[in-house]
């Protein structure tokens, strides 16, 4: 995952607040989470795929298969560890104005306007013990917590991994970092 894609995408106005300052991150923050995202998946899950995909190979249904199996393998190895990632909330149950659970996924937008990620890129957050305050779609967090290893399934997607004993902060990014989904922000 690249944060800094140039993307450029209409942010909405943020309607609460997200209480403490966000983090500022540095380039280093950014590689640590990158390297987070791509420990969800196992090595090897997606070596069947060529430096060069041509527009018939994207379009070919046996290719397509292999894309969705390997978006369900999950890393077992992971089972336990404290983690932490920064993505966006696609709010799973509010209790008022917070949080308890949350799916926190890579990129903005991502499991409302467009096909959901790979169940081992969609994290089910768990803070029901300390719940968040609400954010915008497009405000990317940091979460901290422990991991489990698990699928669970939900409306809007399937998560592979659950966080709990969490911490969510803010992060704070110019709109031009903020990787989106495409067509998640209505362009065409």
Request: contains cysteine; hydrophobic residues 40%.
């Amino acid at each position: 995952m690249k944060w800094t894609s140039g993307l450029h995408i209409w942010v909405l106005l943020f309607s609460l607040g997200a209480g403490a300052s966000p983090i500022e991150p540095t380039e280093a923050d950014f590689e640590r989470w990158a390297e987070s995202w791509d420990r969800l998946i196992p090595a090897g899950t997606y070596d069947f795929i060529p430096e060069n995909v041509s527009f018939d190979l994207m379009f070919d249904p046996t290719f397509q298969k292999k894309l969705d199996e390997a978006g369900l393998v999950l890393n077992p190895s992971l089972e336990g560890q404290q983690i932490e990632l920064a993505g966006f909330m696609v709010p799973i149950e509010t209790q008022g104005q917070t949080f308890s659970q949350f799916l926190l996924v890579p990129e903005a937008g991502q499991c409302i306007h467009v096909p959901a990620p790979p169940m081992n890129q969609t994290l089910l957050v768990d803070a029901s013990n300390n719940p968040t305050e609400l954010r915008d779609l497009y405000q990317a967090v940091v979460v901290r917590g422990r991991l489990s290893v698990g699928k669970q399934q939900f409306e809007l997607a399937d998560s592979g991994y659950t966080l709990v004993d969490v911490q969510v902060e803010s992060l704070a990014l110019d709109e031009s970092m903020i990787p989106v989904a495409p067509d998640a922000d209505g362009d065409r």
